[in-house]
């Protein structure tokens, strides 16, 4: 099993370009997360599914969305991109909400 | 609001040394709290995930205590090697929300040869 995938692993992005990162897992998992991390901070929940077809929003969701139209993939899509989403962005899924998560590599992203 | 604390940020210490890595939650009505490691640059590793039925949970040189009535968990870790140089994050199930988590800020740990 690859566990959880994430691509790109950097990007840098201009000021209101936009781009989607992408997750995949391999588990069969039902839940999937996305989370940012900011130098410092802890890590913040930005949206979550718990199955295809159904998304919700976290604690941060301003300037993403996201689909979820397979078991497999959660990408994370940011339309108008602003300095504040310079972050590091991991995808993390578990089988059922109350489990173990598992993690993605993550993402690094620059907006400049 | 569920919330997490890890105090200190950051800690250093000799190698072979015991070491308990401390963590507390306002809401005490969880139903498991989770351990996780972080190396520089790379996602998180869960380390030991403890429920809120168990008062310790085990894994090699790990182990984790859980005690809801005070809001508190520590990671003990035995016999301290560079190796186990990482940030080490707590989290615990958001208020009423049992399939998302709040993380505390973490612990960086620093075991010198």
């Keep these: 099993n690859a566990g959880v995938t994430q691509t790109p692993k950097f990007r840098i992005l ?3 370009q936009s781009m989607t990162l992408q997750c995949a897992q391999d588990m069969n998992h039902n839940y999937m997360y996305w989370y940012r991390q900011d130098p410092g901070m802890g890590l913040k929940l930005i949206y979550y599914s718990v199955g295809a ?3 919700d929003k976290g604690e941060v969701p301003n300037g993403y969305n996201v689909s979820r139209s397979t078991t497999e993939d959660f990408p994370l899509r940011l339309e108008l991109a602003a300095p504040s989403q310079t972050s590091v962005y991991f995808c993390a899924s578990s089988y059922r909400g109350w489990e173990t998560q598992y993690f ?3 993402t690094r992203l620059l907006v400049l | 609001k569920q919330e997490v604390t890890q105090i200190p940020a950051a800690l250093s210490v000799p190698e072979g040394e015991n070491l308990v890595l401390n963590c507390s939650f306002t809401d005490s009505a969880i139903y498991n709290l989770q351990w996780f490691r972080q190396d520089p640059g790379k996602g ?8 809120s039925s168990q008062r310790e949970q085990t894994s090699g040189r790990l182990n984790a205590s859980l005690d809801k009535s005070s ?24 208020t009423g929300a049992n399939s998302k988590l709040t993380f505390g800020k973490g612990i960086t740990l620093s075991v010198r040869p």
Aim: proline share 7%; net charge positive.
């Design chain 1, 14 to 16: 201009k000021i209101g």
């Design chain 1, 53 to 55: 077809g159904i998304t």
């Design chain 1, 104 to 106: 993605g590599p993550g």
């Design chain 2, 44 to 51: 998180l590793t869960s380390l030991l995930l403890i429920q």
């Design chain 2, 71 to 94: 809001g508190r968990s520590t990671l003990y870790i035995a016999a301290s090697q560079p190796g186990d140089s990482a940030t080490y994050l707590c989290a615990a199930p958001h």
